[in-house]
Antibody, heavy 123, light 103 residues
Framework: EVQLVESGGGLVQPGGSLRLSCSASGFTFSSYAMHWVRQAPGKGLEYVSAISSNGGSTYYADSVKGRFTISRDNSKNTLYLQMSSLRAEDTAVYYC????????????????WGKGTTVTVSS | EIVLTQSPATLSLSPGERATLSCRASQSVSSYLAWYQQKPGQAPRLLIY???NRATGIPARFSGSGSGTDFTLTISSLEPEDFAVYYC?????FGQGTRLEIK
């Protein structure tokens, strides 16, 4: 069974840092691009970041650029999101998401989602 | 940046009825559009990709159409489990969602 399990969420003060992890199983992790998508309480989906299958290419939404860093360890089947300079508006459920395959500059589709991990930024 | 606008914001229908949800892109995205369903407390689920292709395991009552800037998700006959929020997506852009509620 294809599975994604996020961890690392929690309560952090504004300006603080947090590292999210996503453990993948049931598929060849190193063959797929991966994404992070977040959802603030009661709000819609917001695309955060993406990384290519070999880690050589990354993408960030403008809202997190310069503060968040996506990475992966294909030997450990694990995706990461290092978050720094956190703000109240970063409060959200963060989903780790597998790309369906063939992610390109024109299309990326997300076919497997984790259950999410909650990040709360508050003093 | 491409902006996706979904309409209506809320759609109230009864089980057995047909649902038509719209997604409009601010510029042409060819057929590179997906639809997702999200139920309360759950992660989203991919329904449709490339505008009209059903994802694995998605029932045939779900269909997608459109190209360029105008897209439609149709649910031919609503089942009780279909009442949820639906999002369209193109690359790094999501629409704001349409809530499908029971009338």
């Amino acid at each position: 069974e294809v599975q994604l399990v996020e961890s690392g969420g929690g309560l952090v003060q504004p300006g603080g840092s947090l590292r999210l992890s996503c453990s993948a199983s049931g598929f060849t992790f190193s063959s797929y691009a991966m994404h992070w998508v977040r959802q603030a309480p009661g709000k819609g989906l917001e695309y955060v970041s993406a990384i290519s299958s070999n880690g050589g290419s990354t993408y960030y939404a403008d809202s997190v650029k310069g503060r968040f860093t996506i990475s992966r360890d294909n030997s450990k089947n694990t995706l990461y999101l290092q978050m720094s300079s956190l703000r109240a508006e970063d409060t959200a459920v963060y989903y780790c998401v597998k790309d369906r395959g063939y992610c390109s500059s024109t299309s990326c589709y997300m076919d497997v989602w984790g259950k999410g991990t909650t990040v709360t930024v508050s003093s | 940046e491409i902006v996706l606008t979904q309409s209506p914001a809320t759609l109230s229908l009864s089980p057995g009825e047909r649902a038509t949800l719209s997604c409009r892109a601010s510029q042409s995205v060819s057929s590179y559009l997906a639809w997702y369903q999200q139920k309360p407390g759950q992660a989203p689920r991919l329904l449709i990709y490339d505008a009209s292709n059903r994802a694995t395991g998605i029932p045939a009552r779900f269909s997608g159409s459109g190209s360029g800037t105008d897209f439609t998700l149709t649910i031919s006959s609503l089942e009780p489990e279909d009442f949820a929020v639906y999002y369209c997506q193109q690359r790094s852009n999501f629409g704001q969602g349409t809530r499908l509620e029971i009338k």
